[in-house]
């Protein structure tokens, strides 16, 4: 199983992006948990986003209203729109994938780097 993150860049304030992060080797279901992560220089991993199997989203208080995060089964990918960009929200970005059932492996991508200029 792997994880592939894209879309990162750099953006200028307000701007937007558009992170994918690609699933590959097994299928991801409605019903697993799927998020976004991100760490700044110095900073903890923080939880940026989720999407749970009821339909459930999870954000981080410094992004609601912002960031989006949605899935497409069919194309096995994960999405995380992000609007009004703020340089506090550079950071190298990771996708999280835990699929529904007890002691099932957790699996993470390598990340993609989102870096928001002044």
């Known amino acids: 199983v792997q994880l592939v993150e894209s879309g990162g860049g750099l953006v200028q304030t307000g701007g937007s992006l558009r992170l994918s992060c690609a699933a590959s080797g097994r299928s991801i279901s409605s019903i697993d948990v799927m998020g976004w992560y991100r760490q700044a220089p110095g900073k903890q991993r923080e939880l940026v986003a989720a999407?749970?199997?009821?339909?459930?989203?999870n954000y981080a208080d410094s992004v609601k209203g912002r960031f989006t995060i949605s899935r497409d089964t069919s194309k096995n990918t994960v999405y995380l729109q992000m609007d009004s960009l703020k340089p506090e929200d550079t950071a190298v970005y990771y996708c999280?994938?835990?699929?529904?059932?007890?002691?099932?492996?957790?699996?993470w991508g390598q990340g993609t780097e989102v870096t928001v200029s002044s």
């Open positions: 999280r994938w835990k699929p529904y059932g007890l002691g099932s492996p957790e699996y």
């Open positions: 999407t749970y199997g009821s339909g459930t989203t």
